[in-house]
Structures are given as structure tokens and as C-alpha cells.
């Protein structure tokens, strides 16, 4: 037996009716490469600013002690406490329309209760559409267009892309599991995942966010803020390249990820972009060289960088 999911949040009498408004979510702790779903979250909040209209308890739902929440110190006394929020907030795009973002970190416990509190907001602010996105690590080149994997509760919702992955099994996150638990309940869901330079996967890679913007526009039709985003991508591929072009050992890297990811794209066949039979170092290889690269370069460009 489930608990009342309603006692797990508190939200807003004050809200207008949201009749057909959709629900964005990004929830931190599970996979996120390239912090591409944080990056879009943090992105519509900066831009966009909103109200909160729904607070969880995350006294009920995080576990502290993995998940330390920061604090800082002053001489002789605590200063400050970044307290974690698990909210929903009412933003409005471009041309005025409301939708919801439900940001946070992801629930370390009660995920049946969890998704059960959510479901029962879409309901009660009659939700049209949930998404869910965040980036995923593959072996693919930056210097090629960003695929994206989708999922969704009804096939109709995700026509147009490609499937890259067929049948497998990974752990569980608690945004797959609500999205799961929508459509089980009738409701419209889909989730996007960016797909991440295996290379880049541990830095910020603007890139991904901004495939993501463009898969939630495209899903929604909510008309959202990207120039801050393409600005930062460009910055950040201009950099990669700098480096890439510094080092024939990554360059050869990157020149054999091309030649796969041209050969799969060349193909129609659906085999993921993990596989392939061309003779190349493995997806572990490559990673560790290039982080290997990358590190070296932090330290070049940071005396005091660890």
C-alpha cells in the first residue's frame, strides 16, 4: 500500500487553470553526460524565471548522507546552507504560454509514492504532455550532428527518430519509472536523451542541452529561449577543436569515431552506435585517452587545478 501521495508535497491554491499545459522534468542523480538535461533545466529558470507552485518534502524523499548538501563556513561560525528543493514551477515561454518545470534532486527513496504525488498534479493541473530529458554517453564524434534517443507512453508521440538501442536493460531511474507510471495511467509522456561525446560526457557540453531544447520545442511546441545556449555551444566546440588540433594522438581518436559513426549513418541498419566492425580502440579506450588529454590540458591552463 502506497501512503497518501498528497502529503508529500505542498502547492499553491493560487494557481490559474493549466488546462492542456505541459510538464517539463529533469530530476539530478541518475545519467546525465554532458549535464545536458541540468543545463536545459538551469537554462528556463535563468531565462524565464516562474513562480513556485509546488514544493516536495525532501526530508521524506533525500538521503543526506549521500548526497551532502553544501554549507559554508566563516571564521567561527556557519554562514550558510544550500538546502536541497524539489519543486514545480509555473514558467511561460515566448508567446505567453504556461507550462510547468519540475527541477530537484532525484528521490533516494518512496519512488511509487513519488510518482504517485506527481501523477496526481497532472491530473489536478489536467497536464497534456510530460517530458523528461538528460544526456547519455556514446560513442560518437562532436564533429557530427547530435542524435537523440526518444521514448515515449504512445509511439505516435516519438515519429521521426530513429531507434538506436532495441532491447536491453539498465538500472532504473525514478524519471523513467514516473514516466512509466503515466502511461500506465493514460496519460501522454516522452523523454529525451541527448547523445554525448563519451569524451565530453564528464564536462559541461552546451551542445546536448541545446538538442534537447530543440526536441522539447519540436514535442511541445512551447516557443523557448536558446541563444544563450548556442552561444555557449559554439565557445565550447571552438575549445574542443583547439584542443583536438593540439594533439594527433586525439585527433586520430576523433578521425575513427567519424569513420564509424559515418559508416552506421551511411547503413540503415538500427544497431546502436556503441557497435560497429570496423577496427578501432574500444569506447573505454577512447574515453580514457581523451580524458587523459583533456585533464592534462586543465592543468596546463590552471596551475592550482588538482
Known amino acids: 500500500m502506497v501512503p497518501d501521495p498528497e502529503e508529500l508535497y505542498e502547492v499553491d491554491s493560487d494557481v490559474p487553470v493549466l488546462d492542456g499545459a505541459v510538464l517539463l522534468y529533469h530530476l539530478d542523480g541518475f545519467i546525465d553526460a554532458g ?16 513562480e513556485v507552485v509546488a514544493r516536495f518534502d525532501v526530508d521524506r524523499l533525500i538521503d543526506y548522507r549521500s548526497r551532502r548538501p553544501p554549507m559554508s563556513y566563516a571564521g567561527d561560525h556557519w554562514e550558510s546552507y544550500e538546502a536541497p528543493e524539489l519543486v514545480v514551477r509555473l514558467l511561460h515561454d515566448h508567446n505567453a504560454t504556461p507550462f510547468l518545470l519540475l527541477t530537484g534532486p532525484e528521490p533516494d527513496r518512496e519512488w511509487e509514492r513519488f510518482t504517485a504525488a506527481v501523477r496526481g498534479l497532472v491530473e489536478r493541473w ?16 562532436h564533429t557530427r550532428p547530435l542524435g537523440v534517443t526518444a521514448h515515449g507512453t504512445r509511439s505516435e508521440l516519438v515519429s521521426g527518430y530513429r531507434p538506436v538501442f532495441s532491447q536491453m536493460q539498465i538500472p532504473g531511474s525514478a524519471a523513467s519509472l514516473l514516466e512509466w507510471r503515466l502511461g500506465q495511467a493514460g496519460h501522454d509522456a516522452v523523454g529525451f536523451a541527448a547523445h554525448v561525446p563519451h569524451y565530453l560526457a564528464q564536462a559541461t557540453y552546451p551542445a546536448a542541452g541545446l538538442a534537447l531544447l530543440d526536441s522539447i520545442e519540436r514535442a511541445t511546441g512551447l516557443n523557448l529561449p536558446g541563444e544563450q545556449l548556442r552561444d555557449a555551444a559554439a565557445r565550447t566546440d571552438v575549445e574542443v577543436d583547439r584542443q583536438v588540433r593540439e594533439s594527433e594522438e586525439v585527433a586520430d581518436v576523433v578521425r575513427a569515431l567519424e569513420r564509424q559513426y559515418d559508416t552506421f549513418t551511411a547503413a540503415s541498419s538500427e544497431d546502436n552506435l556503441l557497435a560497429g566492425d570496423a577496427e578501432m580502440p574500444t569506447a573505454d579506450e577512447l574515453a580514457s585517452q581523451f580524458e587523459r588529454f583533456l585533464a592534462e590540458q586543465r592543468g596546463r591552463n590552471d596551475p592550482n587545478e588538482p
Open 126 to 141: 489536467q497536464v497534456r504532455l510530460s517530458v523528461n530529458f538528460h544526456g547519455i554517453p556514446m560513442g560518437v564524434p
Open 35 to 50: 549535464s545536458a538535461g541540468g543545463a536545459v533545466a538551469e537554462h528556463l529558470v535563468d531565462q524565464l524565471r516562474g
